[in-house]
């Protein structure tokens, strides 16, 4: 079992920044990869990026050059620093965990972010 608790969520302007952070914890051992997920109201819950354990790293293509998607293996915990945000970056963001395998099979409860235009 991964347990995942997400903060940073928040209100921020148009252009600001804002780090998202989740920290892990179980058996995070069995952990090959981790992600952020976000879900707007009325869309479809998108992939913004995810790290695996080998080092590779993939962004939605409406986010790259903004967001950033980083682990401290000490802390167990991954960050996404967004940069230059949009108000159609508004969405509830979601930490999100793949054990043994490569499939996202553990969530976190999800943190909102607001982007005001």
């Known amino acids: 079992q991964v347990q995942l608790v997400e903060s940073g969520g928040g209100l921020v302007q148009a252009g600001g920044s804002l780090r998202l952070s989740c920290a892990a914890s179980g058996s995070i051992f069995s952990i090959n990869a981790m992600g952020w997920y976000r879900q707007a109201p009325g869309k479809q819950r998108e992939l913004v990026a995810a790290n695996t354990s080998g080092g590779s790293t993939n962004y939605a293509d409406s986010v790259k050059g903004r967001f950033t998607i980083s682990r401290d293996n000490a802390k167990n915990t991954v960050y996404l620093q967004m940069n230059s945000l949009k108000p159609e970056d508004t969405a509830v963001y979601h930490c999100?965990?793949?054990?043994?395998?490569?499939?996202?099979?553990?969530w976190g409860q999800g943190t909102q972010v607001t982007v005001s235009s």
């Open positions: 999100a965990a793949a054990v043994l395998g490569l499939t996202f099979n553990y």
